[in-house]
């Protein structure tokens, strides 16, 4: 539950929805700037320049990642995702329309996974998990059923037990 | 109030395996999960039509079941070196196995990278297949509350054999391994605080191994002379109990005749 100091401020458009705002009732009538006090997460602070800041750690990880080899999927995925992110945080109106643009996670939390997401790029660059051998086959997803499954491992078939010597 | 309470805790209270996001400009503004690599490459890995056992909560497993297939498909293009084998339940299930050395590896990126946010271990266990050459298989079960979604890490180890402890990346792996310690005497390196958890102080043995018996080497009775509790081999006495399985219709059958 964001916490908000309301204070009267003359906007021009009416019914400025911001996020978690309990006196939505009165939207309508009024409008309010809105000031987040806490981000409701424990020991989570409230980045009162948080479009500034994940600009800035957006614009590192698009330069960091060029370490990665262009071909690598890794390096798609991260420039993809983060050049997508960046573009939101620019062009957003108001922090809450980027909050909303990633359903409701809060720009704080944002925040956090872009500066893991950054700190992880040159762990992956010693890890090198894309390269494989030239021999290396891509490894086929085996689709088990629930019921029939039976062992998660496949062990030595038993050896057919012997006829019993009857009759 | 309902839209309060959807929208606080960053929307986590309404995420659920079908969740879909209900404001409008995300329509527009947040591509896929995973957006830029080709997702179901392969062809030849469409999954089969599960059967309908169950009825409608099959809707449910086979959103789920795509949504882990799409995250499968994404970790193997994203790294292809880690992983050896993939099975996929028709529960959604997931059991990726991973070369041991790699462990801290995979478990860096399961955890931190944005399209996967693992960030809960749940439980770590381990499993004895004593006719295997490497007989112990250890299994951690990763949770993202985020995206809602389970993967489970297999990965085996040979006797006597150390494997890299996931400490580094999660701290609930401290109890979790001293467990899987105790039970089956596996050793994790770069361990803080490896003991025993679950069995006696001085128990010797391993008890979750097969060939671990099930009542045990030693029982504990309190000695009245020595005052103290002391350890014997097992005897499990009981009183005698003299088991008479005839019916009283035989027994009388059995006087009249």
Redesign the interface.
């Known amino acids: 539950m964001h916490r908000f100091l309301t204070c009267a401020s003359a906007l021009s458009r009416p019914a400025l929805r911001a996020p978690a705002a309990q006196s939505m009732s009165r939207s309508s009538v009024r409008c309010y700037a809105k000031v987040k006090t806490e981000t409701g997460f424990a020991g989570v602070e409230v980045v009162p320049d948080a479009r500034e800041r994940l600009v800035e750690v957006y614009t590192q990880t698009l330069e960091a990642i060029k370490a990665v080899p262009a071909d690598a999927a890794y390096r798609k995925a991260v420039e993809g995702l983060t050049k997508h992110r960046l573009q939101v945080t620019r062009t957003a109106r108001e922090l809450a329309d980027i909050e909303e643009a990633f359903e409701g996670q809060q720009v704080e939390e944002l925040l956090i996974l872009a500066q893991e997401e950054l700190a992880l790029i040159p762990r992956m660059v010693e890890y090198k998990p894309w390269v494989v051998d030239a021999d290396h086959k891509e490894v086929q997803i085996i689709h088990k059923n629930y019921f029939d499954s039976g062992p998660s491992i496949q062990l030595e078939p038993k050896p057919e037990p012997e006829p019993a010597a009857a009759k | 109030?309902s839209?309060?309470c959807?929208?606080?805790?960053?929307?986590?209270l309404r995420r659920s395996p079908v969740s879909i996001?209900t404001?409008q400009?995300?329509a527009r503004?947040?591509?896929a999960r995973?957006?830029?690599?080709a997702v179901r490459a392969?062809s030849?890995?469409s999954?089969?039509k599960?059967?309908k056992?169950w009825g409608n909560q099959w809707n449910y497993y086979n959103k789920y079941r795509s949504k882990q297939?799409d995250t499968?498909?994404?970790l193997?293009?994203?790294?292809?070196?880690?992983?050896?084998?993939?099975?996929?339940?028709?529960?959604g299930?997931v059991?990726i196995e991973i070369p041991r050395q790699?462990l801290p590896?995979v478990l860096?990126?399961l955890r931190?990278?944005?399209?996967f946010?693992y960030e809960q271990c749940m439980d770590i266990y381990s499993i004895d297949?004593p006719?295997?050459e490497e007989r112990f298989?250890v299994q951690y079960v990763l949770l993202s509350v985020?995206y809602a979604s389970r993967i489970i890490l297999r990965l085996t180890v040979p006797q006597d054999v150390m494997v890299p402890s996931a400490t580094c990346m999660y701290d609930s792996a401290n109890w979790l391994e001293r467990e899987v310690y105790d039970m089956m005497g596996i050793i994790f390196s770069d361990h803080p605080d490896l003991r025993r958890i679950l069995t006696d102080y001085g128990f010797q043995g391993f008890p979750l191994r097969k060939d671990f018996p099930l009542s045990g080497y030693t029982e504990v009775r309190y000695d009245d002379e020595l005052k103290r509790v002391v350890q014997e081999p097992v005897e499990l006495s009981q009183e005698f109990r003299a088991f008479d399985f005839a019916t009283p219709w035989e027994k009388l059958q059995a006087q009249k005749a």
Do not use: C
Request: hydrophobic letters at 35%.
């Open positions: 109030m839209s309060a959807s929208r606080a805790f960053g929307g986590l996001p404001v400009s995300t503004l947040a591509p995973f957006p830029t690599l392969n030849t890995e999954a089969p599960p059967e056992a297939f499968l498909n994404y193997k293009q994203i790294a292809p070196a880690w992983i050896k084998e993939v099975q996929l339940f028709d529960t299930d059991y790699k590896q860096d990126l931190h990278h944005t399209n946010q297949w006719e295997k298989e985020r």
